[in-house]
T-cell receptor
Framework: GAVVSQHPSWVICKSGTSVKIECRSL??????MFWYRQFPKQSLMLMAT?????????EQGVEKDKFLINHASLTLSTLTVTSAHPEDSSFYIC????????????FGPGTRLLVL | DAKTTQPPSMDCAEGRAANLPCNHS???????VYWYRQIHSQGPQYIIH???NNETNEMASLIITEDRKSSTLILPHATLRDTAVYYC??????????FGAGTRLTVKP
């Protein structure tokens, strides 16, 4: 299957700082990328969807000014958590989908964020 | 997208087949059935998907009933590394993936 990478795999930051997470599709061009969040013992929750070159579409309840998403190229999307607080501590997972007929979503390994 | 129902947990003996059921009684004609799994602290891994025919790949088989209201994911020879949460997702082609609670499969030696 297609490969999606994320960087960093884990990050610890102080409250009030901003954190950027990168998501890359390594062997295909991702016309659409997705960002999910997963709290302990819970399922994945979709945060936002972005198409290359367009503004992201956020799910209800997700603050677009706090979670900045940039999908500047067909292989890279970034999620910036601005002014992070302890309640933002979570497992963030990106996903990518090509524009090909199969349209299967492939997921990255996830980034664990801990805000102190 | 149609809602799915999966048992919260299942056990399976190592080396035996693991059969994971999924109910999607409100599925519509243009909705696909997808299966992913998530091993602890990792991102979901794509397993298989299908529309109405049974499908098989190197990881698993997907059996979809004729009325498409339910399906079964079969791992033919489960190993300890197959212990994970398995998600059955039904979605219209080109929509995003929405995850339910899934089934926690524990493969026991």
């Amino acid at each position: 299957g297609a490969v999606v990478s994320q960087h960093p795999s884990w990050v610890i930051c102080k409250s009030g700082t901003s954190v950027k997470i990168e998501c890359r599709s390594l062997d295909f061009q991702a016309t659409t990328m997705f960002w999910y969040r997963q709290f302990p013992k819970q399922s994945l929750m979709l945060m936002a969807t972005s198409n290359e070159g367009s503004k992201a579409t956020y799910e209800q309840g997700v603050e677009k000014d706090k979670f900045l998403i940039n999908h500047a190229s067909l292989t890279l999307s970034t999620l910036t958590v601005t002014s992070a607080h302890p309640e933002d501590s979570s497992f963030y997972i990106c996903s990518a989908r090509s524009g090909l007929a199969t349209e299967t979503q492939y997921f990255g390994p996830g980034t664990r964020l801990l805000v102190l | 997208d149609a809602k799915t129902t999966q048992p919260p947990s299942m056990d399976c003996a190592e080396g035996r087949a693991a059969n994971l059921p999924c109910n999607h009684s409100t599925i519509s004609g243009n909705e696909y059935v997808y299966w992913y799994r998530q091993i602890h602290s990792q991102g979901p891994q794509y397993i298989i998907h299908g529309l109405k025919n049974n499908e098989t790949n190197e990881m698993a088989s997907l059996i979809i009933t004729e009325d498409r209201k339910s399906s079964t994911l079969i791992l033919p020879h489960a190993t300890l590394r197959d212990t994970a949460v398995y998600y059955c997702i039904v979605r219209v082609y080109n929509n995003d993936m929405r995850f339910g609670a899934g089934t926690r499969l524990t493969v026991k030696p």
